[in-house]
């Protein structure tokens, strides 16, 4: 069965630099949620996407945004990365509100 | 608002044995989602089971089962005929009707002992 994609896998970006994540979610779900995991923590909720519109929104700092486009595919965009940002970035992906079916994650490093 | 705690930071288990990972969870709603995911060393999150508050009957999947206790808000993860794959940090996690938000208990990490 096909599973949420997320690229690139791995990301190394220096300080104050800007860095974007996509994710495409299963085919026919249309919600997608984005989550930040950091070293040894729990993913923590960030954004989430229903039918191309913002549906909820955790604690994503002003300096990321992201959206859901007509294809579902959505972009995670970081700007002025801090040193703090290094985390495993996961998309998700379910049919409506139920079960989330995570990605492989994005690593991104920030020096 | 909804917390989930997992208050086995640890568990070991040899292989072939049963072992079980427990989970309480905080909510004021009649009607939810809880989750088991496993995490192995790739980092990947990975559904082991589902639960539907509204539903009085365990769910199992294969050697995966958990014990729901509504009225204690308690959700035990009991994998039986341990193997050494099962070995991954595993996460208990709470939806809320209508919410988007998965709420995650802190981890337990499991080691298989061969």
């Known amino acids: 069965a096909a599973g949420v994609i997320q690229s690139p896998r791995h990301l190394i970006k220096e300080k104050r630099e800007t860095a974007t994540l996509k994710c495409y979610p299963i085919p026919r779900h249309d919600t997608v949620y984005w989550y930040q995991q950091g070293p040894g923590q729990d993913p923590q909720f960030l954004i989430s996407?229903?039918?191309?519109?913002?549906?909820d929104k955790g604690s994503i700092p002003d300096r990321f945004s992201a959206q859901q486009f007509s294809d579902y595919h959505s972009e995670l965009n970081m700007s002025s990365l801090e040193l703090g940002d290094s985390a495993l970035y996961f998309c998700?992906?379910?049919?409506?509100?139920?079960?989330?079916?995570f990605g492989p994650g994005t690593r991104l490093t920030v020096l | 608002a909804q917390t989930v705690t997992q208050s086995q930071p640890e568990m070991s288990v040899q292989e072939a044995e049963t072992v079980t990972l427990s989970c309480t969870y905080d909510?004021?709603?009649?009607?939810?989602?809880l989750f088991w995911y496993k995490q192995p060393p790739s980092r990947q999150m990975i559904l082991v089971i589902r639960?539907?508050?509204?539903?009085?009957q365990n769910a199992t999947e294969n050697r995966f089962s958990v014990n729901f206790q509504k009225a204690a808000k308690s959700f035990s993860l009991k994998i039986s005929d341990s193997q050494l794959g099962d070995a991954a940090m595993y996460f208990c996690a709470y939806l809320a009707p209508g919410a988007q938000k998965l709420v995650f208990g802190q981890g337990t990490r499991l080691t298989i002992n061969p």
């Open positions: 639960q539907e508050a509204y539903k009085q």
């Open positions: 909510t004021s709603e009649s009607d939810y989602y």
């Open positions: 996407f229903y039918e191309k519109m913002q549906s």
């Open positions: 998700a992906s379910s049919l409506r509100s139920d079960t989330q079916y």
